[in-house]
C-alpha cells in the first residue's frame, strides 16, 4: 500500500524540499487550504483532505481534519488485526507521516488583538493531529519542527526511522501542545493570578556554558507568548553571557528601573511639601537618572543625580572594591564621558536603554566586555524560584509603602525626605537582612546578606565612615524589616543618622521609638516590608 503523509503548515519553512522527497519516493501528499495551494505551486500532486474526509471544509475552515478518516488513519495500530479490519471496514487509509506546525499564537497574543481577533489564532485541528499521531508514534512520524526535516529525509532514504528517534519526535509534539496550550491558558486566566495548575510557556533561547558553577550544567528559556525585559535585550558587544550574569543582569535591570526611566513624571512631594502616597508600580518620585552597580546578585552601589557622570561617580564612590568585575546599569542612554569611566574597570557588563555612538565605540575596544540594549522596563507581575518538587511563586515587590507614620518626636527634616525615600527603594534590592546608608540621594554604605540586622548595619556605617569621611557624615538610614532591638538605632545614632524608615511591626517597636526620641533622631514606619532572601 502507498504511504501517505498529511501536511499542514503555517511556516512553510524547508516543507517544499521534504514535500519534493516524499513525493518522489512514491508518498502520496494529503494537504488543506493555503498549504496544499503552496505544494502545488511547487509542482507537486497533492489530494485534497476534503478527498479523504468525503466532506468539504466548512466553519470558515474551522473543520477541515476534525474527521474520522482523519484520525482513524492516526492512531490505528498496525499491529493491532481488529485495528486494520477496522480501517479496511471503514474504508479508511493509514496515515503514516504527520507535518504540522501550528497557527501563531505565541506572536499574536502579543500583538496587542482583540479577544475575538486573538482567539481566532487558536489551532485546534493542528495540535488534535500532532497529538494523534505522536501517540501512535510506531507507526507514524510526527513532525513540527523543519530543523527535523533532513533527518527525517535521511531515515527514510537510509530504509527505517529508528524507534527512538520515532518517540524523540513525539516528544517534541507533546512539548510544543503542552507549551501552545500553556500560552492560551495564560491568555484566558490574565485575570487569575494563581490558577489551579501553574502553566508557563517557555522556549530555550540558548544552552549556557555552565551554571552557577563549572560543573553544572544550565539553559535559558524565556516567555514564548509575551516579551520580557531580559528577552526584549540586545547585545551589543562581548562574550556570551553565562548564567552568574543573566541573574546580576535581571536584577541591576531591575533595580535601576524601580527609579524610573525617563519618561516617568511621578512625584513624592505636593507643591504643600506633604508626601502623596500612590498604590502603584510606579515609584513616587520624579524619575532622575540613576545608575546601579551590582555583584554575586546584590547591588554595591546605587544613585540618583542630574547627570550619567554624576550619578555613575556616585554609584562608584559607594564601594570602588565591589564594582569590580560587577555590573552597571543605567537608566538613560550612555553618554561618551561615562563609556569612558567605565572602560577604566573590568566589568561584566554594562547595561542601558540605548547607547551614544561614541560611547559604544568606546566600550567595544573592550571585545569580552558585554554591553546590552535595554529597551522595556521589567513588566513581570509574578516572580517564582524552584524548590524540590514544587514552584513558589509570588506578586512582584511593587508597593513602596503602606504609609508614612512618623512615630517619633522629631520629625524629619525636609533636606531628609527624598532620601528616605531614596533608601526605601534601594534597600528592597538588597539581599536581608539589609540596611541602607543614604546621603544626597547615593548609598554611601550598604550591608545585606547577613544573619541579623545589627551585623548589616554595622557593615554599612563602616563603608558610610570611610566614604563621608573628612564631611557631613550621611543623615538617613533605610531598613528592609522591623528591627527587634534598639541596637540598629544605637549603633545609627553613633554614626550621626538623624532620620531613619523602616516598616515597624516589631512587638519591640517602642524600644526603638524610645531609643530614637532618646538621641534625636526621626523615624517613620512605612507599614510595608522588603525582605529579599
Same mark, same amino acid.
Given at each position: 500500500?502507498?504511504?501517505r503523509?498529511l501536511?499542514?503548515?503555517?511556516?512553510?519553512?524547508?516543507?517544499?524540499?521534504?514535500?519534493?522527497?516524499?513525493?518522489?519516493a512514491?508518498?502520496?501528499?494529503?494537504?488543506?487550504?493555503?498549504?496544499?495551494?503552496?505544494?502545488?505551486?511547487?509542482?507537486l500532486?497533492?489530494?485534497?483532505?476534503?478527498?479523504?474526509?468525503?466532506f468539504?471544509?466548512?466553519l470558515?475552515?474551522?473543520v477541515?481534519?476534525?474527521?474520522?478518516?482523519?484520525?482513524?488513519?492516526?492512531?490505528?495500530r498496525?499491529?493491532?488485526?481488529?485495528?486494520?479490519k477496522?480501517?479496511?471496514?471503514?474504508g479508511?487509509?493509514?496515515?503514516?507521516?504527520?507535518?504540522?506546525n501550528l497557527?501563531?499564537?505565541?506572536?499574536k497574543?502579543q500583538?496587542?488583538?482583540?479577544?475575538?481577533?486573538?482567539?481566532?489564532?487558536?489551532?485546534i485541528?493542528?495540535?488534535?493531529?500532532?497529538?494523534?499521531?505522536?501517540k501512535?508514534?510506531?507507526?507514524?512520524?510526527?513532525?513540527?519542527?523543519p530543523?527535523?526535516?533532513?533527518?527525517?529525509?535521511?531515515?527514510?532514504?537510509?530504509?527505517?526511522?529508528?524507534?527512538?528517534?520515532?518517540k524523540?519526535?513525539?516528544?517534541?509534539?507533546?512539548?510544543?501542545t503542552?507549551?501552545?496550550?500553556a500560552?492560551?491558558?495564560?491568555?484566558?486566566?490574565?485575570?487569575?493570578?494563581?490558577?489551579?495548575?501553574?502553566?508557563?510557556s517557555?522556549?530555550?533561547?540558548?544552552?549556557?556554558?555552565?551554571?552557577?558553577?563549572?560543573?553544572?550544567?544550565?539553559?535559558?528559556?524565556?516567555?514564548?507568548?509575551s516579551?520580557? *525585559? #531580559?528577552?526584549?535585550?540586545t547585545?551589543?558587544?562581548g562574550? %556570551? @553571557?553565562?548564567?552568574?550574569? =543573566?541573574r546580576?543582569? !535581571?536584577?541591576?535591570?531591575?533595580?535601576?528601573?524601580?527609579?524610573g526611566?525617563?519618561?516617568?513624571?511621578?512625584?513624592?512631594?505636593?507643591?504643600?511639601g506633604?508626601?502623596?502616597?500612590?498604590?502603584?508600580?510606579?515609584?513616587?518620585?520624579?524619575a532622575?537618572?540613576?545608575?546601579?552597580?551590582?555583584?554575586?546578585?546584590?547591588?554595591?552601589?546605587?544613585?540618583?543625580?542630574?547627570?550619567?557622570?554624576?550619578?555613575?561617580a556616585?554609584?562608584?564612590?559607594?564601594?570602588?572594591?565591589?564594582?569590580?568585575?560587577?555590573?552597571?546599569?543605567?537608566?538613560v *542612554? #550612555?553618554?561618551?564621558?561615562t563609556?569612558?569611566?567605565?572602560? %577604566? @574597570?573590568?566589568?561584566?557588563? =554594562?547595561?542601558?536603554? !540605548?547607547?551614544?555612538?561614541?560611547a559604544?565605540?568606546?566600550?567595544?575596544?573592550?571585545?569580552?566586555?558585554?554591553?546590552?540594549?535595554?529597551?522595556?522596563?521589567?513588566?513581570?507581575?509574578l516572580e517564582?524560584?524552584?524548590?524540590?518538587?514544587?514552584?513558589?511563586?509570588?506578586?512582584?515587590?511593587?508597593?513602596?509603602?503602606?504609609?508614612?507614620?512618623?512615630?517619633?518626636k522629631?520629625?524629619?527634616?525636609?533636606?531628609?525626605?527624598?532620601?528616605?525615600?531614596?533608601?526605601?527603594?534601594?534597600?528592597?534590592y538588597?539581599?536581608?537582612?539589609?540596611?541602607v546608608?543614604?546621603?544626597?540621594?547615593a548609598?554611601?554604605?550598604?550591608?545585606g546578606?547577613?544573619?541579623?540586622? =545589627?551585623?548589616?548595619?554595622?557593615?554599612?556605617?563602616?563603608?558610610?565612615?570611610?566614604?563621608?569621611?573628612?564631611?557631613?557624615?550621611a543623615?538617613?538610614?533605610?531598613?528592609?524589616?522591623?528591627?527587634p532591638f534598639?541596637d540598629?538605632v544605637?549603633?545609627?545614632?553613633?554614626a550621626?543618622?538623624?532620620?531613619?524608615?523602616?516598616?515597624?511591626?516589631?512587638?519591640?517597636d517602642?524600644?526603638?521609638?524610645?531609643?530614637?526620641?532618646?538621641?534625636?533622631?526621626?523615624?517613620?514606619?512605612?507599614?510595608?516590608?522588603?525582605?529579599?532572601?
Amino acid at each position: 500500500m502507498k504511504q501517505r503523509a498529511l501536511i499542514s503548515v503555517y511556516d512553510k519553512t524547508g516543507v517544499a524540499e521534504l514535500a519534493a522527497f516524499l513525493s518522489s519516493a512514491g508518498w502520496e501528499l494529503v494537504s488543506t487550504g493555503g498549504t496544499a495551494k503552496y505544494l502545488q505551486e511547487q509542482g507537486l500532486a497533492i489530494t485534497d483532505v476534503s478527498a479523504i474526509t468525503g466532506f468539504p471544509e466548512c466553519l470558515d475552515g474551522r473543520v477541515k481534519t476534525l474527521h474520522p478518516a482523519i484520525h482513524a488513519g492516526l492512531l490505528a495500530r498496525r499491529d493491532v488485526a481488529s485495528h486494520v479490519k477496522t480501517l479496511a471496514a471503514q474504508g479508511f487509509s493509514p496515515i503514516d507521516l504527520v507535518c504540522v506546525n501550528l497557527y501563531p499564537f505565541f506572536d499574536k497574543v502579543q500583538a496587542g488583538l482583540s479577544l475575538e481577533e486573538t482567539v481566532e489564532f487558536i489551532d485546534i485541528g493542528g495540535p488534535s493531529m500532532l497529538r494523534s499521531a505522536a501517540k501512535n508514534y510506531r507507526d507514524v512520524l510526527a513532525l513540527t519542527d523543519p530543523a527535523d526535516y533532513a533527518a527525517v529525509i535521511a531515515a527514510l532514504k537510509a530504509g527505517a526511522v529508528a524507534m527512538e528517534f520515532r518517540k524523540r519526535l513525539a516528544g517534541k509534539v507533546f512539548n510544543l501542545t503542552s507549551a501552545y496550550d500553556a500560552a492560551i491558558s495564560r491568555y484566558l486566566l490574565n485575570d487569575d493570578e494563581y490558577p489551579a495548575y501553574w502553566a508557563m510557556s517557555l522556549k530555550k533561547a540558548q544552552s549556557l556554558r555552565y551554571g552557577e558553577n563549572g560543573h553544572q550544567s544550565a539553559a535559558l528559556y524565556v516567555n514564548a507568548d509575551s516579551k520580557g *525585559a #531580559l528577552s526584549s535585550m540586545t547585545q551589543l558587544n562581548g562574550k %556570551e @553571557l553565562s548564567y552568574n550574569n =543573566i541573574r546580576d543582569l !535581571d536584577l541591576a535591570w531591575k533595580a535601576v528601573c524601580a527609579f524610573g526611566l525617563a519618561a516617568d513624571e511621578t512625584a513624592p512631594l505636593g507643591e504643600d511639601g506633604v508626601l502623596r502616597l500612590v498604590e502603584t508600580p510606579l515609584p513616587p518620585w520624579k524619575a532622575s537618572v540613576c545608575c546601579v552597580a551590582v555583584k554575586h546578585n546584590t547591588p554595591c552601589g546605587i544613585a540618583l543625580a542630574d547627570s550619567l557622570p554624576a550619578a555613575y561617580a556616585k554609584t562608584y564612590a559607594c564601594d570602588p572594591v565591589s564594582i569590580f568585575g560587577g555590573i552597571v546599569a543605567c537608566n538613560v *542612554a #550612555l553618554d561618551p564621558e561615562t563609556a569612558a569611566k567605565l572602560a %577604566e @574597570l573590568f566589568l561584566e557588563i =554594562i547595561v542601558a536603554p !540605548d547607547f551614544d555612538a561614541e560611547a559604544l565605540a568606546i566600550l567595544r575596544k573592550k571585545k569580552n566586555l558585554r554591553v546590552m540594549k535595554a529597551p522595556f522596563a521589567p513588566k513581570n507581575q509574578l516572580e517564582c524560584i524552584a524548590v524540590d518538587g514544587g514552584l513558589l511563586t509570588q506578586e512582584t515587590d511593587r508597593r513602596l509603602l503602606e504609609k508614612w507614620d512618623i512615630v517619633t518626636k522629631v520629625q524629619p527634616e525636609a533636606r531628609d525626605i527624598a532620601d528616605l525615600l531614596f533608601g526605601i527603594r534601594a534597600v528592597s534590592y538588597v539581599k536581608s537582612n539589609a540596611i541602607v546608608v543614604v546621603k544626597d540621594q547615593a548609598t554611601v554604605g550598604i550591608g545585606g546578606g547577613e544573619t541579623n540586622r =545589627i551585623s548589616a548595619a554595622e557593615l554599612a556605617f563602616q563603608r558610610s565612615a570611610t566614604l563621608t569621611s573628612g564631611a557631613e557624615p550621611a543623615r538617613v538610614l533605610a531598613s528592609d524589616a522591623f528591627f527587634p532591638f534598639p541596637d540598629v538605632v544605637e549603633a545609627a545614632a553613633a554614626a550621626g543618622i538623624k532620620a531613619i524608615i523602616q516598616p515597624g511591626g516589631s512587638l519591640n517597636d517602642k524600644l526603638s521609638i524610645e531609643a530614637c526620641d532618646k538621641r534625636g533622631i526621626a523615624m517613620v514606619f512605612t507599614g510595608t516590608r522588603h525582605f529579599k532572601h
